[in-house]
């Protein structure tokens, strides 16, 4: 396993105490800053995360995923002013729920430290747990992404991404809520820089199609929705149609 001593793991987390140790642990092994943001679990996912090694910011109220990205960029910020050497470090996000497969992100880290992508994005194998939604959030996040950019994403939902610190601060504020990851894509590639999508073998727990799986999916669909009419009208606004 390559190693590379300048990323920091973000991870947010609600309710996912079953999985959250394990995967701090074989986070761990990639990084010495291990950032766990506790989205208002009302379980004991911030302790474990804690016992298992995490530096942990909890929330008593959810703050929602992209939230939950920024607040775990700027813990690793206050972490490394305290360090030796002050270097601001690249930003690896991984779900709460990888469990001992987190440390397959080495895959996504390489090309971001040796400057070959500013970006990575995981793509996932099939899942060995059942469920799975029916590809409508899949489709529109991929084809508003290809549409707006140009790219073709295979997983445009994954939320497993390496990126370096200078293009993270390049497209803040993240767009709120499920559409934080199509928006990165989009936002990353119009400040100018490289994406690269990258096989991993990471394994999750896969959304079910109970009521409760279909109402997440519906607020997907909706925060995708509006992140790329947001990006389409920013994009109309800095190119105008002369008359």
Same mark, same amino acid.
């Given at each position: ?125 099939? %899942? ?26 295979? %997983? ?15 497209? %803040? ?40 799986? %279909? ?29």
């Amino acid at each position: 396993m390559p190693a590379c001593t300048d990323v920091a793991v973000i991870i947010p987390a609600r309710n996912e105490e079953l999985r959250i140790a394990a995967t701090v642990t074989a986070a761990a092994s990639l990084s010495d800053i291990v950032v766990v943001v506790d989205d208002a679990s009302n379980d004991k996912t911030a302790h474990l995360a804690r016992e298992a090694g995490a530096v942990v910011v909890s929330r008593s109220r959810s703050i929602g995923k992209a939230a939950a990205m920024m607040t775990g960029a700027r813990a690793v910020a206050e972490v490394e002013k305290r360090s030796p050497s002050g270097t601001p470090r690249h930003l690896l996000f991984l779900d709460a729920d990888l469990e001992h497969t987190a440390s397959e992100a080495w895959k996504l880290v390489v090309p971001v430290c040796d400057g070959t992508a500013d970006m990575t994005i995981a793509v996932l194998p099939a %899942q060995r747990t059942a469920g799975g939604g029916h590809g409508l959030v899949v489709r529109l996040a991929r084809s508003g992404v290809t549409s707006l950019t140009g790219f073709t994403s295979i %997983q445009p939902l994954s939320g497993m991404r390496c990126i370096s610190r200078q293009a993270f601060d390049a497209v %803040q504020p993240l767009a709120r809520g499920w559409g934080v990851e199509t928006a990165l894509t989009i936002d990353v590639l119009r400040k100018g820089y490289k994406i690269a999508e990258v096989p991993t073998d990471f394994h999750h727990r896969v959304t079910d199609r109970s009521f409760g799986a %279909q109402v997440h999916r519906a607020e997907q669909f909706r925060d995708v929705a509006i992140a790329l009419m947001i990006r389409y009208l920013r994009g109309r606004s800095a190119n105008p149609v002369s008359g």
